[in-house]
Each structure stands twice: as C-alpha cells, then as structure tokens.
C-alpha cells in the first residue's frame, strides 16, 4: 500500500519535471510596434518573463493541462488567453495589446468651460494654480481674470464675461447657489471673493453655453467643489501684513472637521503701501469658516459648510457734484450654510441634494443718510442621475429658491423697499456617447418666478467630436434666463427676466504638459432692463426694451515641458460687443469693455533656493466712457490697463515647523491706470462737467505672509 | 489504514513548505536581482517577477512593496515626465494594493513616503506644496508604526540635505540625522531574509560624502 502510493508520487513529480513546456511568441500594440518590457506569465505560476526590446520573450514551465496565460503592460489593458500545455513543447503565441482608455484619450463635453481640478486628470488649471496667481491676489475670481474672455474691470473686481456685467456670473459651491459670493464694496473700489481658493479641490468655470443644471446667469457660471474628506490631520497660522489667519483639521475614521478664521486689516498696509483712497477707517474683517464631512455607509457623502463674515469700512469719497468729501461708512455681515448629501443609490441611480441658507446685512451711510439692505435665501435641491447604459445618462432635477429683499432708506424720509421671489426652476439632460469619439449633451430647463409671474423654458445642447488622440472639436448653444438685479427690481417687480443666446465653438488640443485652445461665440442679449435715469424710482420709468450683442475670439496656450521648472500660459481674447440698456441712448460698446486682453501668466520654481516665483502680466486695450463735455454718446476712451504682477513663495524650516513666506507685489512697475471717470451731473458755472478719474485704491501694493504648519 | 493517513498528511505538509519555500526563493532571486538592476529594462524584469509573484501570494504584501519600489526606482532613471507620472501611477497602484493587505506596516508608509518626493520632481511648482505635507504625514505615521525604521531615518537625512541652508536644510543640519540613521541601521533586524533591509549602504555613503 504504501510503496504504491511513494511510487505513484514519484512517478507524478518525475512525470511534471520531464514535461516542461517552452512559450515563446511577440507582445504588439493594435498597430505591430513591438511592446518591450512587457510581463507575460502563466496565471498559478510564478512562470513568466518580460518582453526584450523587440516584444519577444521565451520560459518555460512545469505547468500541464489548460492555463490561463496573462500579459500585462502600463497603458494598455491587461490580456489573458487559454493555451493548453499538454499537446506539444513549444507554444508560440503573439499577444496584441490595446490601449487602456486614457481620461485624455476620451471625447469630453467642454465647450465654454474651464475647470480647474486636483483630481481629473483632463483639466487647464490646478487648484493651486489660482491660489498662486500674482496678479489675482489670492482671489478665486481674479484668478479667472487671467482665462481668456474675461474683461478686465479694476473698479470692480467682479468677473465680467464675454460682454456681460459682473451681475451675469452666478457662483455656486457644490452646486448649491452663493446669493453673495463677494464682499461688499464701496463706490469704485473692487469687491473679492469671500472664500479662500484653498477650501476648493476644483472650480468649473463656463465662460457660455452651460449645461441645464444651471440657471439665472446670464453670461457665465462659477461652480466650486469644496474638499471632500480630509484625511490628514493639520493645523496652521499665518501672519501678514494684513492680519492672522488660522486652521485646523481633524480626522475621524468617517469624518473630518475643519475650522478656520481670520482677521484682517488693512491699516498697516495702507500705511506700507500708498493709498490713492482717503480712508477714515481702514477694512476690518473678520471671517469663521467650518468644514464637516461624513461618509453615510459605502457610497454617500454629507458635506456641511458655514461661514461667517463681517467686514466694515470709512471712507471719504469724493462729491464731483459739488465738489466736496462725502463720509462714506459701510458695514456687512454674512451668514452662509451649504449642506449637501450625495450618494449612489445603486448601480444605476445617483442622489444630489442639498439645502442652503444665505443672510446678508450690509449698513451703508453716507454722510447723516443711512441705507440698510437685508437679503436671505433659502434653497432647496435635489438631482438625480440615470444610468441609461453605458452609453447614455439621464439627468434631471429640481431647485426651489426662496429669496427676499429688504432695503430700508433713511433719506430725506424714510423709504421701504422690499420684495419677495420664490423661483421653482427643473430640468433634465441626456448626454450620449455612441463612442469614444463622439459625445453629445441635450437638456431643458424650465423656471417660474413668482415676483415676476413668468415661466420660461429654454434649451442648451453641447457636442464634441474626437479629431485626433489629443484634439477635439466642440460646439456648444443655449438660451439663458435671469432676472433683472435687485436693485431695479425693488422699485419695478413688472419687469420681465433678460435674456441671452449662446453659440460657441471650440477647438482644443491637449496633452499632458500643453494645451491649446481656440473658442469663437457668439451672443446675442434681449428683454435688457432699461430706465429713463440712475435710481429712477417710478417703475414705469424701467422696461424690458434694451438688446445687445457679443463676438469674439478666445485663445489659450499653457506650456509646462518647453522651460525646464517653468509653467506658463498665455490668454488673448478679442471681443466685439455692443449694447443699448440702462440710460443708453444708442447701441453701443459698454464701459466694460476692452477689445483685446491679454493675461500672460509666468511661474517659475528655483529648486536651489526652495522658491517658486510667478509673474503676471496683464494688458487690457482702452475702455470707453461718456464725456458729456462733448458731443455723441460714449465718446472718449481711457487709457491701455497695464499691469505686472510677482509672487515669491520661499519654503523654509521656522523653529522646526515647516512654513512658507509668501511675497506678493502687484503693479510693479507703477502704471497709473485709469478705468474711467465719474462725471458731475449737472455744468459747473463755465458750463463744463467736471470730472475725476477712477483709479485703483493703490498705486503697488506689497503684502507679505508667513505660514507655519503647526 | 493509520499510516497511510500519516504518510498523506506528511506529504500535503511538506507541499505546503514546499510551496512556501518555492515563495522564499523566489522571492530572495528576485530582491537579489532588484538590488543589482541598473537600467530600466532591468527593474521592468525585476517588477515583472514581483508582479507575477503577487498575483499568486495573494496574502503577501512584500511582493507589492518591492514592486512598487521598483517602478520609484524606474521613474529615477525615466527622462519623459510624462512617462515617469505613469511609472509613478504603476507603483502607487502596487503600493495600495499591499496597503489593502497589511494596512499598518512601517514600511509601506515610508515608501509611501518615498514616492511623493518623486513626484513633487516632475512639476514641483504645481505639486510641491500639496505633496510635501502629505509626504511628511507618511513619514510620520512610519515613525509611529515603528520608532525604529532605519529608512524613514534616512529619507528625512536625504530630503534635509538636499534642501537650501537658508531654509533649515544643508548638509551640517543632515549631518546628525545621517549618523541617528547609521545608528539605527545598526541595530535594525529585518524580520526575515526577504523583508526590507535596503538603505544602509546608501546611508553610509552619503555620510561620507558629507563628512569630507
């Protein structure tokens, strides 16, 4: 019995050691280029071997019967096939590889848009791009100021698209609506973005044609993803010249909690840097933000965001009327709270909901007149997207807000402005891919507004085709609603929404280090509001009737392989656009507007200094303006904008704790820059208007930080 | 009956060490040939076998870490930056997949430690700033994990050296860190023949370079 059984073993184990097979054969690519390096083995086994420099290999194997032989290689998908090792010693077998689906390789619908993001890989800008931009001072928004079609608009600080005011642009986080994204401003001086870039892992920002999730923003749309999960714990101050800013994280294994606050001054630095603006009181503001995040079981996300702000400031601005120094003091408070949950309901259905809530005070007296504005929001949403099949998504949703208005005048008499809407808006949207080349996006969206008792439903599609590995070509279109500003419709809640007509085409060329992109459009404005004077209060004196028009063309280039350690782009928009609204007397090009812009945006890292440096360099061509000391209607041009802009950012060890010291000078070169004129309303005794020109509240400006990771 | 029983569960214990023994070897072949590999072609191989290994040792994290190592060392020697991210997506994929298996190994945390520094190299304007404290995170939670791991010793020697004195780097605030490393190469045991045991000669040189 148990000599069988040894012989039986031994027979087996001598039987394997003489069967050894020999595998040889080729591994290519779909078109026969040899792939060297590649890993050819036999599943079970560690039997395998690499491919030399002509994609040949050759082992051997003790293996019998059918196995599985496997090749693998980075960038194409992996490839198994059965071969059977008992019917002969050598098994030739050439192996085709394909291509693994590269997140470039694939068509994407991007006409209009620009979307900066840390996680996808088919993106112009990193997040940390925008937060390093010189020129946009740590500003979300003036960071887009160097992304083609947008205008650049110093007095504002608003982004200004394709021939659109700065009311045009929408900000959403988390695709929930931002009633106040910026800080409120005083009379020619550029308001900011109240949120730091660096609570964002991505922005998408659509200069036109976007999709049917959004709506009431006429010209462009800004979307910010704020950071999922944080997984590392962290703690940080940083000291300026403008104030202190703070932040911590914390971890659980589900969870994450962030908090942050600032406080921040400018009156050491405006005493640093000279002042073009007579403050009585330099801005104080102080800021708490706080970020939870829960996962809810495998697939959902709970994501709070609240954030409070409040910000005041004295100034005397200048009376061109009469002549004389008007005391100017403005205070705003704001509370903003984002919830959102999104999960996967199953392998075909995907949630979005969210729930936001907006309060926003501002106090604004001028000399004894006092103007208090309150405005809340409240919004409700909830998306859901339908796996169709793989080709083919079904989007749709719904979006209640409910936003009121009250404005309190104290001016000669006591004044009450208030309004309410509650605008219901849904919408749906198919996005079909027949290929890896071909992508195609239509959707509707429907909106009711009962301040204004009107509905309107309007289209918008979007299509992209594939024209070479690393090319694609995109058209884009839309009808776009939104509602007049508050600041007419408090006085005339007659007036209907305005409207706009996208068409854009793009043209792109992207590879890992470069992109190129070419985007033409055209738009075309109705239903303007218009009024017989500023501050008209007779809503009679406003209507529906002014209209306006936009061409141009857009160029992007970004480089990061020519220049070794250097990243630069390049942004020129030319743009045509004319309108006749508010109190305009004929169609023509508005005060906002610059034929040419140009952004060039330079970034450097010096790896034996630890220092990155950007520069920026903007130009923008001359805006008009109305001199009603002359005949016609905007009839005089400023002068070119330009400015140079330089960032320096030294890594450095400070008492053991890792920290950065950041530099920052904007205008360096000292251009006096002009962007417009404020013109008295009534002759002085010579018979002439007076005037004063309206510049930047700074000539340079040098603000330094110094960040310790505590 | 009774031996014969004997005799079979002998045999199926001595197949168990047989295979056992066949991973041991072939696992000392390999991180024998990794540690002798200069060109590229020559870690592709080396990452290959590792890969081939791992895809049978289903329970074994070593065959990932080394070929996760292999393909930081492939996107040393890369000249295409693009190529090299690839590299880099290769060994952070094998470095996951070992962390699903041992979630808490020293090791695995500081060549996640090593990995990042590789990619801040290929675009440190864009990546420096996020990747570095994420880098220092990986570092620390090896330290944690094991107080004693020569190698996270020696990479923070490595990074400290090769950063400018004005920012609290160069070689006289390495110096101390470099030799604290040699300390504990010193004493370091690897818990068995194919554990990691690498960095000690690259310590020493360094140490040299530094000290003349």
Same mark, same amino acid.
């Given at each position: ?25 080729? @591994?290519? &690519? ?36 059918? #196995? ?13 096939? *059965? ?31 620009? =979307? ?64 106040? %994204? ?14 730091? %870039? ?23 749309? @800004? ?20 104030g202190l800013m703070g932040s911590t994280t914390q971890c659980r294994k589900n969870s994450s909690l962030s908090l942050s606050g600032d406080l921040l001054s400018s009156a050491l630095s405006n005493k640093i840097n000279k002042q073009q603006v007579d403050w009585t009181k330099a801005p104080l503001t102080a800021d708490a933000t706080v ?9 959902? $996300? ?23 120094? #008007? ?39 001028? &000399? ?60 749906? =949207?198919?996005?079909?891919? %027949? ?51 508050? &600041? ?71 480089? *990061? ?24 007397? =004929? ?39 109305? &001199? ?28 053991? *704790? ?6 920052? $000078? ?19 005794? =010579? ?9 930047? %509240? ?13 | ?36 590999? !200069? ?17 049978? +040792? ?48 020293? +090791? ?36 944690e994990l094991n107080p004693d791991n020569p190698r996270v010793y020696y990479l923070r020697a490595t990074m400290t050296a090769n950063m400018p004195e004005a920012f609290g780097g160069g070689a006289a605030k390495a110096l101390p860190l470099y030799q604290k490393a040699a300390e504990k190469f010193e004493l370091f045991k690897p818990k ?15 140490? !040299?370079?530094? !000290?003349?």
């Amino acid at each position: 019995m148990r000599s069988i059984f040894l012989i039986i073993i031994l027979f087996l184990t001598t039987a394997s050691l003489y069967s050894q097979v020999q595998l040889t054969g080729k @591994v290519t &690519d779909t078109h026969s280029n040899p792939l060297p390096g590649a890993n050819v083995f036999l599943q079970n086994s560690y039997d395998g071997a690499t491919t030399d420099s002509l994609g040949n290999f050759t082992f051997k194997t003790s293996l019998n019967g059918i #196995q599985n032989l496997s090749a693998s290689f980075i960038g194409y998908k992996p490839f198994s096939q *059965k071969v059977d090792l008992d019917n002969s010693k050598t098994i030739s077998v050439n192996i085709q590889l394909q291509e693994s689906e590269d997140q470039l390789d694939e068509v994407v619908v991007n006409a209009g848009t620009f =979307e900066a993001s840390d996680e996808k890989k088919a993106v112009v800008l990193r997040v940390f791009d925008i937060a390093t931009t010189p020129s946009a001072q740590g500003d979300i928004f003036g960071a887009f100021g160097t992304l083609p079609g947008v205008q650049k608009v110093g007095e504002d600080g608003r982004v200004f698209v394709r021939g659109g005011e700065g009311y045009e642009t929408k900000t959403f986080m988390d695709g929930m609506l931002v009633a106040s %994204p910026y800080t409120s401003k005083m009379p020619d001086m550029p308001s900011r973005g109240r949120f730091s %870039p660096l609570l964002f892992s991505g922005t998408l920002f659509s200069t036109g044609a976007y999709s049917a999730e959004y709506g009431q923003a006429l010209s462009s749309i @800004v979307d910010m993803k704020t950071n999922s999960i944080e997984t590392e714990e962290k703690s940080s101050i940083s000291l300026m010249t403008v104030g202190l800013m703070g932040s911590t994280t914390q971890c659980r294994k589900n969870s994450s909690l962030s908090l942050s606050g600032d406080l921040l001054s400018s009156a050491l630095s405006n005493k640093i840097n000279k002042q073009q603006v007579d403050w009585t009181k330099a801005p104080l503001t102080a800021d708490a933000t706080v970020m939870f995040r829960q996962k809810i079981r495998q697939t959902g $996300l709970y994501k709070l965001f609240g954030t409070f702000n409040t910000s005041s400031s004295d100034m005397n601005y200048l009376n061109i009327q009469n002549k004389v120094n #008007q005391a100017l003091a403005l205070e705003n408070s704001t509370i903003y709270l984002n919830n959102t949950y999104n999960s996967t309901l199953s392998e075909k259905w995907m949630l979005k909901s969210g729930l936001a809530w907006n309060y926003d005070h501002q106090n604004l007296k001028m &000399d004894n007149d006092r103007i208090i504005t309150n405005q809340k929001m409240v919004q409700a949403k909830i998306g859901f997207s339908y796996f169709i099949n793989t080709q083919t998504e079904l989007k749709f949703g719904s979006d209640w807000v409910n936003f009121s208005y009250d404005q309190k005048i104290d001016m000669n008499g006591n004044y009450r402005l208030p309004f309410t809407n509650n605008e219901l808006s849904g919408f749906a =949207e198919v996005e079909y891919k %027949p290929s890896k080349k071909i992508a195609t996006r239509i959707g509707f969206r429907a909106e009711n507004s009962s301040l204004l008792s009107r509905t309107t439903l309007v289209p918008r599609f979007s299509g992209a085709y594939k024209t070479g590995k690393h090319s694609q070509i995109s058209l884009a279109g839309g009808e776009f609603y939104q509602n007049p500003e508050n &600041d007419y419709l408090k006085f005339a809640p007659q007036l209907k929404p305005e409207k706009a007509s996208h068409a854009v085409m793009t043209w792109q060329y992207q590879n890992e280090q470069q992109t190129f992109r070419v985007e033409g459009y055209l738009k075309k404005y109705t239903n303007l509001v218009k009024y017989t004077a500023p501050l008209a209060t007779n809503p009679l004196d406003y209507s529906n009737t002014g209209s306006g028009k936009a061409r141009g063309i857009d160029v992007f280039w970004r480089d *990061k392989q020519s220049l070794k350690n250097t990243d630069y782009w390049i942004s020129y928009s030319w743009i045509d656009a004319k309108r006749n609204y508010k109190d305009y007397s =004929e169609m023509a090009i508005p005060t906002f507007v610059s034929e040419h812009n140009l952004s060039l945006v330079f970034k450097r890292f010096i790896p034996s200094l630890s220092t990155y440096a950007s520069v920026t360099y903007s130009f923008a061509s001359s805006r008009p303006y109305h &001199d009603p000391n002359f005949s016609g209607f905007m009839n005089a041009h400023t002068k070119a904008y330009n400015d140079i802009s330089l960032s320096l950012t030294y890594m450095l060890n400070f008492f053991e *704790k890792q920290a950065a010291l950041h530099l920052m $000078l904007n205008n360096l070169a000292g251009f006096d820059n002009i962007y417009g004129y404020n013109f008295a309303t009534t002759p002085n005794a =010579e018979g002439k208007y007076e005037s004063s020109p309206i510049r930047s %509240p700074f000539v340079r400006q040098a603000i330094l930080l110094l960040n310790i990771m505590l | 009956m009774k031996k014969s029983v004997f005799i079979l569960v002998l045999l199926l214990l001595s197949g168990i060490t047989f295979a056992n023994e066949a991973y041991q070897n072939a696992m000392k072949q390999a991180i024998d040939k990794l540690f002798h590999s !200069q060109t590229i072609q020559e870690y592709v191989d080396v990452a290959n076998q590792f890969e081939r290994i791992s895809t049978i +040792e289903k329970k074994e994290w070593l065959p990932l870490y080394y070929a996760s190592f292999s393909y930081i060392m492939i996107s040393f020697k890369g000249t295409d930056n693009a190529k090299k991210d690839q590299y880099l997506d290769q060994a952070q994929k094998y470095l996951d997949q070992a962390m699903a298996i041992e979630p808490n190994e020293s +090791e695995l945390f500081m060549l996640q430690g090593f990995l990042y520094p590789s990619r801040i190299n290929i675009d440190p304007i864009n990546r420096g700033m996020a990747l570095m404290g994420k880098m220092n995170a990986a570092l620390d939670k090896a330290l944690e994990l094991n107080p004693d791991n020569p190698r996270v010793y020696y990479l923070r020697a490595t990074m400290t050296a090769n950063m400018p004195e004005a920012f609290g780097g160069g070689a006289a605030k390495a110096l101390p860190l470099y030799q604290k490393a040699a300390e504990k190469f010193e004493l370091f045991k690897p818990k068995s023949e194919i554990h990691p045991n690498w960095g000690k000669e690259l310590n020493t040189n360094d140490l !040299q370079k530094i !000290q003349k």
